[in-house]
């Protein structure tokens, strides 16, 4: 049996529960003894590398791991890096644009791209962004975790209830700002509740149906939002190669919860509202809060989509493939 170890900056953030930790569990049902571990949680020595086959680095960037995979290249150990996002090219708009767009922190992701014996990303946009870097590189994109949550079919849910979710951070505000109709809905449709997770989007003028919740952990995050029971979950992307190379798990969110999915058409999620540009958002969030587009039927459809797709237990099936071609070379 071949031996993984997956390390993450945070064990139990979105990337790993996306990317490392989450997936861990169905991937050892499929065959893989993996262990996971928090960077800089414990000095890994020779001798606790010498029990591994794979290295698996969720998202590297730090100086200080060049020196660590080098010698995991050294004892001939498979070197594997996972990226959510396009680390390269982080906008002015994002708040993380400082950590990332420094030349030193762009060398260190140039660095060990070249270094790694394969790369796994989120979606194709990003293989584009990278493979210059590193010529073997596979599109794994995020999917629902299966083995952790269990759904009741469509007729069993929760009833819907008038509330239209958004989820993010504060790395969205350009988002939120660019599609007018984010704002404007609010008073279109006093009797919707406009739910924000996770961000309090101070910019937005204060309404007594626009309400705020904290983020949570993911684990409570996703029970919390099926028990909520929107109607709508609304994803507001303003067209950029940032936002090209994010992956769909809003949409993923969304359509577990039981809600009908307004999000961006280059995600190509069947079954979802799709938008192209800020007419057609807010063509499809009014047809969707004044009942012109079945929200029960748009529901349905998405997430039939995404278990057939998008479901972990499917989609591990390329890791799978990817580490048995590792180890086989």
């Not at 950029?240 to 993923?252: D, E, L, W």
């Amino acid at each position: 049996m071949n031996r993984l170890l997956f390390l993450n900056y945070s064990n139990h953030d979105a990337c790993s529960f996306y990317r490392s930790a989450g997936i861990a569990k169905d991937l050892k049902k499929k065959g893989f003894d993996i262990d996971v571990a928090q960077i800089g949680a414990k000095t890994l020595y020779w001798s606790d590398l010498l029990m591994y086959d794979v290295v698996m680095i969720q998202r590297p960037y730090t100086a200080d791991l060049i020196p660590f995979i080098k010698q995991i290249k050294i004892m001939g150990i498979k070197l594997w890096l996972d990226y959510d996002d396009n680390l390269l090219d982080v906008p002015e708009d994002n708040p993380a644009y400082t950590r990332y767009m420094q030349q030193n922190v762009k060398d260190n992701i140039t660095t060990v791209l070249k270094l790694a014996d394969v790369v796994s990303v989120t979606t194709n946009a990003l293989k584009v962004a990278y493979q210059k870097y590193n010529p073997n590189i596979k599109v794994i994109p995020n999917a629902f975790n299966d083995s952790l949550f269990m759904r009741d079919s469509q007729k069993d849910l929760p009833k819907r209830k008038p509330i239209i979710a958004w989820r993010g951070s504060d790395t969205h505000q350009k988002d939120l700002m660019t599609y007018s109709s984010v704002n404007n809905s609010v008073d279109e449709f006093p009797e919707w509740k406009f739910l924000f997770i996770g961000y309090n989007a101070w910019f937005l003028p204060k309404k007594e149906n626009r309400l705020f919740a904290p983020a949570a952990d993911i684990v409570w995050y996703h029970y919390s939002l099926y028990e909520i029971a929107p109607s709508v979950m609304q994803v507001p992307l303003h067209d950029s190669p940032f936002n090209r190379a994010k992956s769909s798990i809003a949409a993923i969110e969304g359509a577990f919860a039981g809600a009908a999915v307004l999000c961006p058409y280059w995600w190509n999620i069947e079954g979802a509202v799709s938008y192209k540009d800020e007419q057609s958002y807010e063509d499809g969030l009014y047809g969707l809060l004044r009942g012109h587009i079945n929200r029960e039927q748009v529901a349905e459809r998405t997430w039939e989509f995404i278990m057939d797709t998008l479901r972990l237990s499917k989609v591990n099936e390329l890791r799978v493939d990817l580490i048995n071609n590792l180890v086989d070379k």
